[in-house]
């Protein structure tokens, strides 16, 4: 994929990272972890990267995850939305990266439901 300036335009899917996390607002969410399922996508130009064949030109979607891992791994948050959003704000912190969305699921919130999401989503 090529941006309107012919730049290589990587797509990176970090995909069904299972986290735990304390997550909503009835006594039982507030008392016990929960698991939380978390899809990033995001795109960089990563023409330098093909160029050069070295780490240091690409983007480095190890720290991205690692940073969500200690963002959210055994945490506090009322709201999935909020929980989206401040993962999000940590992969938009990279100057690199172009678009990103966050899909952040909460299996079994619902009864007869395998999961609830919410789904943001951020350019440049």
């Known amino acids: 994929m090529a941006d309107i300036n012919g730049n290589q335009l990587a797509r990176v899917r970090i995909k069904n ?3 735990r996390a304390y997550i909503g ?3 039982e969410e507030i008392n016990n972890q929960q698991d939380v ?3 990033v ?4 130009d990563a023409s330098e990267a093909i160029e ?3 780490i240091a030109s690409a983007l480095n ?3 991205i995850t690692k940073q969500i891992i200690a963002h959210v791994d ?3 948050f009322a709201l999935l939305e909020r929980l989206t959003h401040e993962v999000l704000a940590i992969v938009m912190d990279h100057q690199a990266v172009q678009w990103a969305q966050v899909e952040i699921d909460k299996p ?9 999401s919410v789904c943001l989503q951020a350019n440049r």
């Open 61 to 63: 979607y190890r720290t």
């Open 52 to 54: 050069q064949n070295e």
């Open 25 to 27: 607002i009835k006594e």
């Open 108 to 116: 079994h919130a619902l009864r007869y439901a395998e999961s609830v």
């Open 37 to 39: 399922v978390i899809n």
């Open 74 to 76: 055994g945490q506090r």
């Open 41 to 44: 996508e995001l795109t960089y």
């Open 17 to 19: 990272l299972l986290l």
